[in-house]
């Protein structure tokens, strides 16, 4: 078999296995549940998740990426 004819049947499969990867990410997991409506798991997100800190040496894309991750930990740890 030619290695078109190899890519040409495996086109379809691997497109499938993508598809379905990209879509398992989407998916709700029990854990994600838990965490949003039991209290207790709330706290110990928020005492494990610290505020993160940056550098006037990083560059502004790390720097923008650090205040977002501390904006979205103060948004969930109200």
């Given at each position: 078999?030619?290695?078109?004819?190899?890519?040409?049947?495996?086109?379809?499969?691997?497109?499938?296995?993508?598809?379905t990867?990209?879509?398992?990410?989407?998916?709700?997991?029990?854990?994600?549940?838990?965490?949003?409506?039991?209290?207790?798991?709330?706290?110990?997100?928020?005492?494990?998740?610290?505020?993160?800190?940056?550098?006037?040496?990083?560059?502004?894309?790390?720097?923008?990426?650090?205040?977002?991750?501390?904006?979205?930990?103060?948004?969930?740890?109200?």
């Open positions: 078999m030619s290695s078109r004819g190899w890519l040409r049947s495996a086109w379809s499969p691997l497109c499938l296995l993508g598809l990867c990209s879509l398992a990410g989407c998916l709700e997991t029990r854990a994600t549940r838990i965490a949003a409506t039991d209290k207790r798991a709330a706290v110990a997100v928020c005492s494990a998740w610290l505020p993160t800190t940056y550098s006037s040496r990083d560059t502004p894309e790390t720097q923008l990426g650090v205040r977002a991750n501390n904006a979205a930990r103060a948004a969930y740890c109200k």
